[in-house]
Nanobody, 128 residues
Framework: QAQVVESGGGLVEAGGSLRLSCAAS????????????MGWFRQAPGKERDLVAAITWRGSTRIYDDSVKGRFTIARSSTNNTVYLHMKDLQPDDTAIYYC?????????????????WGQGTQVTVSS
């Protein structure tokens, strides 16, 4: 059974850092094919769920939302289906629930409907 599990959220002061992790397991997530990609989205109260960063397994293409460029880094494990989001210089506007998602079929990396498998989310709160 496919599972996507996030970890690493929490409360941090402005300017601080956090690392989120996401592990994907079970069929079909354990056998990455051509279109396999993993992404991090976030959703603040009253707002839409928006892409933060994504990475493809083939070619390791990375994309970032403009608001996090230079502060967040997405990386993937070379040995298993795990992706990380390294976040530094966090600001109160980064406060949201962060969701990990897996894309297994063709689709734009930037839109949520391209991703078929989702985790439950992890809360990130940045205090001022």
């Amino acid at each position: 059974q496919a599972q996507v599990v996030e970890s690493g959220g929490g409360l941090v002061e402005a300017g601080g850092s956090l690392r989120l992790s996401c592990a994907a397991s079970g069929r079909p997530l354990d056998t990455p094919a051509t279109d396999y990609a993993m992404g991090w989205f976030r959703q603040a109260p009253g707002k839409e769920r928006d892409l933060v960063a994504a990475i493809t397994w083939r070619g390791s293409t990375r994309i970032y939302d403009d608001s996090v460029k230079g502060r967040f880094t997405i990386a993937r494990s070379s040995t298993n289906n795990t992706v990380y989001l390294h976040m530094k210089d966090l600001q109160p506007d980064d406060t949201a629930i962060y969701y990990c998602a897996v894309r297994t079929t063709p689709g734009a990396l930037t839109i949520p409907r391209s991703y078929s498998f989702w985790g439950q989310g992890t809360q990130v709160t940045v205090s001022s």
